[in-house]
């Protein structure tokens, strides 16, 4: 088997959260290590310099700026093995109130982001005929069961749906996907720099109202997810011979995907007599 130490791992939005927790982890263990950031200088504030870090300054929204950042991460290390497309942020917002634009920066950040690495980063994998893909969904892309994340819970229902085809479609290549669904864990993912509200909002949502501010002042910092944990669940399933292409994180994570399965076999069965009998008649 290689020798896990010798892959190298190129992360997304690894100044903060979840992602500078496994830079860290990484780099303790001396394995090779690429991350990107938006601000080069919050980057290396945040991790220092570090034998076998690259740090790098990219645009998710830039194909070219992506594509220079993987040519450097080969060119610094000889290769790149494992992916972790987890940059991101949080929107909490009724569908009514929040705007079209509003939306469409949190798909292009949480969704295309995530696209624009997986495109320019296959053609090496494929080459090298090995690779892992780990694309950073969230809890809330198993269950959007969470008034006011309606738009944030699209966005990593999309990473679960195209992460499941990218999973089948690189088999063939020996490359792996997996899909990471965590559940709450204690980062700055709540605080104003990484979960937005919308501009205009409508205070006839109470509901909504209760739940951001619950997420702002009563779960932000209390957490039970510890994700230097997470990062160790990370690491491991990267060196699984095969992985799972579904990785929860966090007993929470387990007990809200537990409802959802449960509950879509209940409303399937409670159905099932007509809805399964539409094909024509023979």
């Not at 950042?69 to 000889?78: D, L, R």
């Not at 509003?102 to 005929?129: H, M, T, W």
């Not at 095969?242 to 409670?270: R, S, T, W």
Request: charge should be negative; proline fraction near 3%; aromatic fraction near 8%.
């Amino acid at each position: 088997m290689e020798n896990s130490n010798q892959k190298v791992w190129y992360i997304t939005g690894a100044s903060k959260g979840l992602g500078l927790a496994l830079v860290k982890q990484l780099l303790s263990e001396g394995k090779k290590v690429a991350a990107t950031s938006r601000s080069l200088e919050e980057l290396r504030k945040a991790i220092g310099d570090a034998d076998n870090f690259l740090p790098l300054q990219v645009n998710l929204l830039s194909e070219e700026s992506i594509e220079k950042s993987i040519q450097a991460t080969v060119g610094q290390f000889g290769s790149i093995d494992v992916v972790v497309n987890n940059a991101g942020y949080g929107l909490a917002g009724a569908l009514e109130e929040l705007s079209d634009a509003e939306a469409r920066q949190n798909f292009d950040v949480n969704v295309f982001g995530s696209l624009n690495v997986i495109r320019k980063a296959l053609p090496y994998l494929r080459e090298q005929q090995s690779g892992h893909i780990f694309n950073v969904s969230s809890i809330g892309g198993f269950t959007g069961a969470f008034p006011g994340f309606g738009i944030y819970c699209a966005t990593k229902f999309a990473v679960q749906g195209f992460t499941e085809s990218l999973a089948e479609e690189v088999k063939p290549f020996g490359i792996k996907a997996t899909i990471v669904s965590p559940g709450y864990f204690r980062t700055d993912f709540l605080k104003d720099s990484s979960l937005s509200v919308p501009k205009n909002q409508l205070q006839e949502y109470k509901t909504v109202r209760e739940v951001q501010s619950a997420h702002e002042n009563e779960i932000n910092g209390n957490q039970q997810g510890d994700p230097n944990k997470a990062a160790l669940a990370f690491i491991r399933t990267a060196e699984m011979e095969n992985p799972p292409v579904h990785l929860f994180l966090g007993q929470d994570a387990y007990a809200m995907a537990e409802i959802k399965i449960q509950a879509v076999k209940e409303n399937m069965e409670a159905v099932r007599e007509y809805a399964a009998a539409t094909g024509f008649d023979n």
